[in-house]
């Protein structure tokens, strides 16, 4: 290969110092690690299921030594987060179709239209 240049086990060539950005679209939804990724399915996530996966095959922070130092904290804050609005309120929808607008993150097209419905004190677990 010359100076400067980096091949890749598939052949392709990239110059040094160039800049490359990874998909987490791509990654994460990746047929081969995900079937059907296009389906919420949290099974994807058991034990089991991780463990046949690369370890990179799920990065919603980064990885190595620029990931995200926060991730930890923000994983507890969001399960906190989903599990209080769970708790206290029905979520419904009635979109059925979404349309996407890929930048470096995704995007919904028209946002989404989610109805929350208070559930009543009887419903509620004591917390």
């Keep these: 290969m010359g100076d400067g240049l980096i091949a890749s086990s598939d052949g392709r060539v990239v ?3 160039s800049n490359l950005i990874l998909s987490i679209y791509a990654i994460h939804n990746n047929p081969q690690y995900y079937p059907d990724p296009q389906v919420w399915n949290p099974y994807n996530f058991d034990e089991d299921k991780v463990a046949q996966r690369p370890n990179h095959a799920f990065i919603p922070f980064a990885t190595g030594l620029r990931q ?11 399960k906190v987060f989903i599990s209080k609005i769970l708790q206290n309120f029905k979520l419904t929808t009635d979109q059925t ?6 930048y470096l993150i995704v995007r919904c097209r028209n946002g989404y239209h989610i109805k929350f419905e208070e559930r009543s004190k009887e419903k509620r677990s004591d917390t």
Excluded at 70 to 78: D, H, Q, R, V, Y
Excluded at 97 to 102: G, H, P, R, T, V
């Design 15 to 17: 110059s040094t110092g």
């Design 97 to 102: 179709e979404f349309q996407f607008d890929y």
């Design 68 to 78: 995200c130092i926060g991730n930890k904290f923000a994983m507890i804050s969001m």
